[in-house]
């Protein structure tokens, strides 16, 4: 986003503040920021809003751009600013926001109109400048994004320096609400979620599982190539294994509270511990218990640290589909693609200082090659750095500057365009972050490559080297889909449900238009299983063209139609998806043929195969 539209929205949010105080004068205000899609502003208003309301807050927007107000900037000492926050009664919140300005930091306000708000800018210079923004939706959001706290009220917008492009973002946000995979996972019959069971958590339902299958399958061929090895790994682990490792207590607020082992629960009674003294025992070894693990990396460590290592044996590639579980605020979960349990295609690398480089540049051919073979080829990448005055981290200095170094020379090696963002590292380890496009333009973040200079030492792993001395193994965590469950959810959207034949639960529909026809039919459908094809057989009564609108609907690839003159001749009357057409009548054993060849093209890159 550049500068021009960061004002243009962090405006519009203001001026949608003003209209919501003309309109519901007893509105308390929390903050109101630019995004990368548009902007938002939270409210606190025990009336609810409702879709009229947005129209009438929309048109009283209207109303202030066109008085033209100017946006006009001062600045306050502490005091004063509380004062005037007090005298406009937004105390609720905003002070809590002037309280996060570092002491000597200048306190600015933004003043348009009767509207005076606590912000450090960017602004436009008069409200005219807005000339193509919509409200989107409302949606609520705990203050500060904390669930303990109150829940307000988010109006979304976006806004745009020409109509024409807003327009172009609209029509984009009515293709993703068809594409939602919410609502095509349901129409699809791929997964469910069930309160019962726990929101976050992914039921694949049969069709999903194929979908799912394929997947693995895919990735576990490329990772054969590459000499990885597959390794399981338990869903749960001693709170002591991650004690060590960091994840606890570092990554202590995303992980499920721990499973405390019935006797530590029992002496704690006993005892009449206190939450305080209870979390105090947890961090500090004195309460044992497990862990839902949030990683899998801290298994693999203890497999490589199994068995003595030569440097001859390296590198050492560890791969598994395993189980993690992250704890989600509800109000952040999404559909598949934003979870509580999900399976990560994950894969740990142990490898010398000497092979740090190849290592990394396969990891991010595998990840290249699956962005090709499901068509996302426009893609940038992001570099996630330590930020060194956070104590969020673990390792020496040295080793970050070592790891950091490693990553921006790989990065370097894509040619395309990367950023850095401080702060936004692993704990143990910078990261390269694939963010990629789909077909109507959105990014997502999918695939990751991270270099880990700190676990190896916090487990003190070595292998022989040449010299016959220990040395310590570098460790790569990678991951090319993320997650099984985000990477399926974007591939629904992506594809629109239209899956590729080598993706499709069901690749070919029979459909038998007559009794008379329908054990050709079968015996049809017999052929194409024995081909190791997906198929299945509609002999219902119905009218060919509903049973071709039916296919349609649930997105089969391709259509086989056997009517009397198909069955005394041995041949299909084949329709395609793509081409949603008639083909021909083609014989079987042909037509059979074309589709296991699309069937098992899945279009890799030569350097891949």
């Given at each position: 986003m550049n500068e021009d539209l960061k004002k243009i929205r962090h405006s519009a949010s203001h001026i949608l503040a003003t209209a919501v105080l003309r309109l519901f004068p007893e509105a308390k205000l929390d903050i109101g920021p630019a995004t990368d899609t548009g902007f938002y502003y939270d409210f606190d208003l025990d009336h609810k809003f409702t879709a009229e309301d947005l129209a009438n807050i929309e048109a009283e927007?209207?109303?202030?751009?066109?008085?033209?107000?100017k946006f006009e900037t001062f600045e306050l000492s502490r005091s004063e600013a509380e004062k005037l926050i007090r005298e406009s009664g937004q105390e609720e919140f905003k002070l809590g926001r002037l309280a996060d300005i570092p002491e000597g930091e200048k306190i600015t306000f933004y003043r348009n109109g009767e509207f005076c708000d606590l912000c450090a800018g960017p602004h436009v210079d008069y409200s005219k400048r807005i000339k193509a923004f919509k409200l989107l939706s409302v949606a609520g959001a705990?203050?500060?994004?904390?669930?303990?706290?109150?829940?307000?009220?988010?109006i979304y917008g976006t806004a745009f320096a020409s109509k024409e492009d807003l327009e172009k973002y609209l029509n984009q946000i009515e293709e993703a609400k068809l594409r939602d995979h919410r609502k095509l996972g349901k129409e699809m019959g791929l997964f469910t979620i069930v309160d019962r069971v726990g929101q976050g958590l992914i039921l694949w339902k049969p069709k999903g599982a194929i979908v799912?299958?394929?997947?693995?399958?895919?990735?576990?061929?490329?990772?054969?190539?590459?000499?990885?090895?597959?390794?399981?790994?338990?869903?749960?682990?001693?709170?002591g294994l991650f004690r060590t490792s960091g994840h606890f207590p570092y990554y202590k607020d995303s992980q499920f509270v721990p499973i405390i082992e019935r006797d530590a629960l029992r002496s704690l009674s006993d005892r009449h511990a206190d939450i305080a003294e209870f979390e105090s025992g947890?961090?500090?070894?004195?309460?044992?218990?497990?862990?839902?693990?949030?990683?899998?990396?801290?298994?693999?460590?203890?497999?490589y640290k199994s068995d003595p290592h030569?440097?001859?044996?390296?590198?050492?590639?560890?791969?598994?589909?395993?189980?993690?579980?992250?704890?989600?605020?509800?109000?952040?979960?999404?559909?598949?693609?934003?979870?509580r349990g999900f399976t990560q295609d994950d894969a740990h690398i142990f490898c010398t200082p000497e092979q740090l480089d190849a290592e990394i540049q396969g990891c991010?051919?595998?990840?290249?090659?699956?962005?090709?073979?499901?068509?996302?080829?426009e893609y940038r990448v992001r570099i996630s750095l330590r930020d060194p005055a956070s104590d969020k981290y673990v390792g020496s200095d040295e080793n970050w500057e070592k790891s950091e170094a490693a990553i921006r020379k790989a990065a370097k090696s894509l040619g395309v365009p990367f950023t850095e963002e401080l702060g936004e590292a692993a704990f143990y380890g910078p990261k390269i972050d694939f963010v990629v496009?789909?077909?109507?333009?959105?990014?997502?973040?999918?695939?990751?490559?991270?270099v880990d200079y700190n676990l190896p030492e916090r487990f003190d792993l070595v292998y022989i080297g040449s010299d016959n001395a220990q040395h310590r193994p570098i460790m790569i965590h990678r991951a090319p889909f993320g997650s099984l469950e985000r990477f399926t959810g974007v591939l629904i959207e992506h594809f629109g449900g239209n899956f590729p034949t080598w993706l499709a639960p069901e690749q070919v529909r029979v459909i038998a238009l007559g009794d008379d026809v329908a054990q050709y039919g079968a015996d049809v459908c017999a052929k194409l299983k024995k081909a190791g094809l997906?198929?299945?057989?509609?002999?219902?009564?119905?009218?060919?063209?509903?049973?071709?609108?039916?296919?349609?609907?649930?997105?089969?690839?391709?259509?086989?139609v056997v009517g009397k003159k198909e069955a005394e001749s041995g041949t299909v009357s084949v329709r395609s998806r793509i081409r949603k057409e008639f083909e021909g009548a083609k014989s079987l054993d042909e037509a059979v043929s074309l589709i296991s060849r699309d069937a098992a093209e899945r279009a890799l890159p030569d350097s891949m195969r």
């Open positions: 927007m209207r109303k202030i751009i066109s008085e033209n107000q705990y203050h500060r994004g904390d669930e303990n706290n109150k829940q307000l009220q988010r799912r299958q394929c997947l693995q399958n895919f990735i576990l061929e490329l990772l054969n190539e590459q000499g990885y090895q597959q390794v399981f790994t338990p869903n749960i682990g001693k709170l947890l961090e500090s070894g004195e309460v044992e218990g497990y862990l839902l693990k949030p990683m899998n990396c801290p298994f693999h460590v203890e497999i030569s440097y001859r044996d390296l590198p050492v590639r560890l791969a598994e589909f395993g189980n993690v579980y992250r704890w989600e605020q509800s109000g952040e979960l999404n559909g598949m693609t934003r979870v991010l051919d595998l990840v290249k090659a699956v962005f090709a073979t499901i068509g996302m080829k496009k789909d077909v109507i333009g959105r990014e997502w973040q999918l695939g990751t490559v991270q997906r198929a299945s057989l509609d002999a219902t009564a119905e009218k060919l063209g509903a049973k071709i609108r039916r296919a349609e609907t649930e997105k089969i690839p391709h259509m086989f």
